[in-house]
């Protein structure tokens, strides 16, 4: 029986290890995703802050021909909106994913503890 009981320890040694070695790998592939959404966000932005004036591939090429040539010292830097994020927003462990989540998850929240007090939208 102590044989028995002897594997039983090492057995439940073994599976701790793996334990920490999985949670240990786990934490170096979350901090790498951290750091490739930041770089990616960084990217998305420069683009998209250096294609505004003549067209990009998302808002569009249409003011391109019209444009005039201008001095990029001369220029503000346009300002970028989260809605034209389309590779930052596409990951569903992002930031603005997330905040986009949470967000819709209080809302549903809210309503079902409105719908529970009996609260009724006015009607005009």
Do not use: C
């Not at 701790?16 to 966000?41: G, M, P, R, Y």
């Not at 220029?75 to 927003?89: C, H, I, Q, T, Y």
């Not at 079902?112 to 005009?124: L, N």
């Amino acid at each position: 029986m102590s044989d028995t009981n002897g594997e039983q320890k090492e057995k439940s040694q073994v599976q701790k290890d793996n334990a920490t070695v999985i949670a240990e790998a786990l934490k170096v592939l979350q901090e790498d995703i951290i750091t490739l959404e930041s770089h990616i966000h960084n990217v998305e932005t420069q683009y998209l802050e250096d294609t505004s004036i003549h067209g990009n591939i998302i808002k569009g090429w249409d003011g391109y021909l019209d444009s005039k040539i201008t001095k990029p010292s001369t220029l503000r830097r346009p300002k970028v909106f989260e809605k034209d994020r389309v590779f930052s927003a596409s990951s569903s462990t992002s930031q603005l994913t997330m905040n986009k989540n949470l967000f819709q998850t209080e809302n549903k929240t809210i309503a079902k503890h409105i719908r529970g007090k009996g609260y009724k939208k006015k009607s005009r």
